[in-house]
């Protein structure tokens, strides 16, 4: 302290030096007033002085309220410069009732506790009567709010929660309370205050008891036993409204169940701003969870009540954040509400979130399928242009096929054509080289076209060198002679030819006979068939002369005849044969022991042998072999028949028919042959049976 | 808040009788405490004298042996400047005889001489000089513990109000109201009195 004095002092003297000395001489008077009685330190601790100057300490009371044994007057304390409530026995109480008054004082004076009403002091007054004080709410009594309420004010200021909050807070003190032995026994909205910020206090004790331990009373709680106290608890004794049932019976053992079941009609009024007796009509607006809450803790059994003011809090608790409480059982509907209320936001969020993501599903779904769809469509159009393109494959297959086939056919017939070629340029060979008699026997006109051209040909090789080969000389009359130009033929033999002796016979014999055109009329024609086997046997020459014979205009008539004699010749000219034609179905029938209608011949030296139809040159597609001997249905080749008729024939291999593709139609006896054998013939194949006799 | 109050009345009367107790027992505590506040008084008053810096520690001892060894018999009569009288004329009459120990030691400065000159002037005036000095001493010490005493703007506010500044200048420069001015003002000066009244009771005998 002095150490310092002289770094400071030059400031310090600087500063004060003017008033120093008056400073110093005021120091004198200062000591002249506290010798006189003058408070020493006076200015320099007013609040010190005040207090120390402080002989009446509560004044300008006003009264404040009545209860059962005191009245409370809301006072100045200018010690702690406040108003408090300083409550006192009522007049008409005299000194025995003092210690019960005091009683009260001492029970809340024990409860310390946030929501318990704060006692001050206790003491005596000048007029020797007990007093004590205690915090004074700026607020008013839970029963004023109510009133308030229920008359549909304020409500905006205290909204249920608000009000709950309160309760909470009560809830709090009397399970404090009841931690420290002490019953309240007249908790009411009238004893409930509600501060200036929403604090609330529990408050008159008056009617409180301590619960005796287990072991037993302290000295100062047996002060607190109400029994000392005479008859005056007797007159005062809580407010039945909020009184348990069991409470209201005197003498009953005091239970926290009775505190219980106030809170509940404290809560009841709280939420239906309504007393307990009344009777809520419609519940529906609130809460079922307190209503569940209401009810327990109301109930007329004791024991169905909650078993402690903490419970009921904790229920309340839940209730207020949005859980279901304890005691109602909540179901899951319930539950979800209570969960959306109490995560409203979060709720919110989630459901927002789960739309979206619905919605982006949903559309991704949507997408998918549209696009599958599309490739399904795609798919199907690709399928069936692939068809398309499978069946344009097909038809271009068969197109193609046919086209083959067309060019098959086509090479075929050049192949044919080219084979014919050469065999007539053969055949013209070796009727230039060889015999004209071993010219290749070739069907149709082909045949009597190469006659032609072999008889101009050997006129230009005769032409040419006349003299030279007498081999020329007899192939020329052998041609003229088969061409049925017997003329031409005696001509070569009158220019002295050498020619095949029986032939110039022939020749001669018929060449006055032939028609104007040029051709043996139909019956000299047979008679020659017939001179022609009689000696040699001439049957190739026969076939030949047939087939050239076509070329000339004859009557059907006449070329049956002549095919009927054919037959005739080949077996053995027995009695009976006949060949008859019948042009409208172009059908031949038989007559007669007939038993071969084929002719066989080697056609040159080379060649092997060839088979030849007798019936060929009339084309027939029907056949009628009935009452012939044919057995062998081979003799049928080389017919283009659409049907026969086999009936009394003895056929019994149905077999080479099938050789036969153009033939669809069989007719046979009944019974004529097994059934084994008429199903051997191919299903395109019709096999009539028809009693015999019937014609065509 | 008693217990405060017992223990400042307790400093104060000890504070009170500072002298007189260091008077009764010149080797215990209280003389011990009563150098504290002398020695640096005694320090300002030489160099008030003119007496250099590097000497005025040797003066010092010398003033507080003599005024050790005479305290004892020192009887106070009533006047209350005596005790004050008493010592400057131990404070002169010591500096003064140092000086005259040194001068026959040594030559004398010229600076010494007017010391000494000063010295052996009017002894009336002398007096007053360290009457003032005395008195501007404890308004120091007293400032000292109404620095300890009040916080904030209350000292200065007092100090500019001392040097004549006007309360609205000084509200205004220091960001308070004037009626704070003022009544801070009345606060430190009634406690300055106060402590000044303190300090004297227990450095000075009674008047």
């Known amino acids: 302290m002095v150490s310092g004095l002289d770094s400071r002092k030059s400031r310090r003297s600087d ?47 006003e009264f404040a309220g009545r209860g059962g044994m005191k009245e409370v007057y809301r006072v100045y304390d200018a010690k702690t410069a406040r108003h408090v409530a300083l409550a006192r026995p009522l007049a008409k109480h005299g000194d025995e009732h003092f210690d019960a008054f005091l009683r009260e004082a001492h029970l809340t004076a024990r409860l ?95 009617l409180g008891v301590v619960v005796p331990d287990k072991n037993r009373l302290r000295d100062s709680e047996v002060l607190l036993d109400p029994d000392l106290y005479g008859p005056l608890f007797v007159d005062v004794r809580g407010t039945p409204a909020y009184m348990a049932p069991e409470q209201k019976r005197r003498q009953t053992k005091k239970t926290v169940f009775m505190d219980i079941y106030a809170l509940g009609c404290v809560l009841h009024e709280l939420v239906f701003l309504k007393p307990c007796v009344d009777d809520v009509k419609d519940v529906r607006t609130v809460d079922p969870g307190l209503i569940a809450i209401i009810k327990k803790a109301t109930a007329d059994d004791p024991t169905s009540r909650y078993d402690d003011a903490q419970a009921l809090h904790d229920d309340i608790s839940r209730c207020l954040n949005g859980f279901s409480p304890a005691v109602e059982s909540a179901n899951l509907f319930r539950e979800m509400g209570l969960f959306w209320r109490r995560h409203r936001e979060a709720c919110m969020t989630v459901l927002c979130a789960s739309l979206a993501l619905a919605i982006f599903i949903a559309y991704f779904v949507w997408q ?53 070629d050469k065999k ?67 001509g070569l033999l009158d220019d002295g030819r050498k020619v095949d002796g029986d032939l110039a016979v022939l020749a001669r014999k018929y060449a006055s006979q032939c028609n104007e055109e040029g051709y043996l009329p139909a019956e000299q024609f047979c008679d020659l068939l017939v001179d022609l086997v009689k000696r040699r046997r001439r049957i190739a020459m026969v076939h030949r002369m047939i087939e050239l014979d076509q070329r000339f205009p004859r009557s059907m008539e006449e070329r ?45 030296r080379l060649s092997a042998v060839v088979k030849v139809n007798l019936l060929q040159s009339l084309r027939p597609i029907r056949l009628d072999l009935r009452e012939t001997a044919i057995h062998d249905l081979s003799e049928l080749a080389e017919l283009d028949l659409m049907q026969v008729d086999i009936r009394q024939t003895p056929v019994t291999d149905l077999g080479p028919l099938r050789a036969i593709r153009s033939l669809r139609t069989v007719i046979v006896g009944k019974d004529q042959l097994p059934a084994k054998v008429l199903r051997s013939l191919p299903p395109w194949i019709e096999v009539i049976e028809e009693p015999n006799g019937s014609s065509l | ?74 009887q106070p009569d009533h006047e209350r400047a005596r005790f004050r009288t008493w010592l400057t004329r131990i404070i002169r009459n010591t500096a003064v005889s140092e000086y005259r120990k040194r001068m026959r030691r040594q030559r004398v400065s010229f600076a010494e001489s007017s010391i000494l000159e000063s010295l052996a002037g009017d002894s009336s005036d002398i007096e007053q000089r360290i009457e003032d000095e005395w008195q501007r001493y404890l308004v120091d010490l007293a400032m000292e513990r109404i620095d300890e005493i009040f916080s904030g703007n209350a000292v200065e506010v007092f100090l500019r109000s001392v040097e004549g500044e006007s309360a609205a200048d000084i509200g205004q420069s220091l960001g308070i109201h004037v009626d704070s001015v003022y009544v801070l003002k009345n606060r430190v000066r009634r406690r300055l009195v106060h402590e000044i009244k303190v300090i004297r009771e227990m450095l000075e005998f009674p008047s």
């Open chain 1, 15 to 61: 500063r004060l030096g003017s008033v120093a000395h008056e400073l110093y001489r005021a120091s004198f008077d200062a000591q002249q007033d506290e010798r006189q009685g003058e408070n020493p330190s006076g200015d320099l601790n007013p609040l010190y002085n005040t207090i120390r100057k402080i002989r009446s300490r509560y004044s300008d009371p």
């Open chain 1, 112 to 206: 310390q506790h946030p929501s318990v009403i704060d006692v001050f002091d206790i003491g005596v007054d000048e007029e020797g009567k007990p007093f004590f004080t205690m915090e004074f709410k700026r607020g008013q009594s839970l029963k004023g709010i109510i009133q308030d309420l229920s008359e549909g004010k304020r409500t905006e200021e205290f909204p249920l929660r608000t009000r709950l909050g309160w309760f909470l807070r009560i809830c709090e003190a009397v399970a404090y309370a009841h931690s420290r032995r002490v019953l309240h026994l007249d908790i009411k909205p009238g004893n409930i205050q509600i501060g200036e910020f929403g604090d609330a206090k529990l408050c008159d004790w008056g």
């Open chain 1, 368 to 420: 998918l399928n549209t696009r599958h769809q599309m490739a399904e469509a795609a798919r199907v159009k690709a399928v069936e242009s692939g068809l398309a393109a499978l069946a344009a494959k097909a038809e271009a297959d068969e197109a193609r096929l046919f086209a083959e086939d067309s060019l098959a056919k086509y090479l075929e017939k050049k192949n044919e054509a080219e084979v014919l």
């Open chain 1, 424 to 490: 007539r340029e053969q055949s013209i060979i070796t009727m230039m080289t060889g015999r004209v008699c071993d010219i290749a026997l070739v069907s149709g006109s082909g045949y009597s076209e190469a006659i032609e051209m072999a008889i101009k040909h050997y006129d230009d090789l005769v032409a040419d060198a006349p003299e030279h080969n007498p081999q020329l000389w007899r192939d020329k009359f052998w041609l003229h002679f088969l061409s049925q130009d017997f003329a031409a033929a005696v």
């Open chain 1, 560 to 604: 049956t005849q002549i095919v009927s004699q054919w037959v005739r010749i080949n077996n053995d000219s027995l009695p009976g044969i006949e060949v008859t034609y019948l042009p409208s179905s172009q059908s031949i029938r038989l007559h007669g022991p007939i038993e071969r209608l084929t002719v066989q011949f080697g056609l040159d």
């Open chain 2, 1 to 74: 808040m008693s217990t405060l109050d017992s223990k400042e009345t307790g400093e104060s009367a000890t504070r009170e009788s500072l002298l007189r107790r260091a008077q009764a027992d010149a080797h215990g505590s209280a003389w011990e405490e009563l150098l504290q506040y002398y020695e640096p008084f005694v320090r300002r008053t030489l160099r008030a004298m003119g007496v250099e810096e590097g000497e005025a520690d040797d003066v010092c001892q010398q003033v507080l042996a003599h005024l050790w060894g005479r305290l004892v018999d020192f």
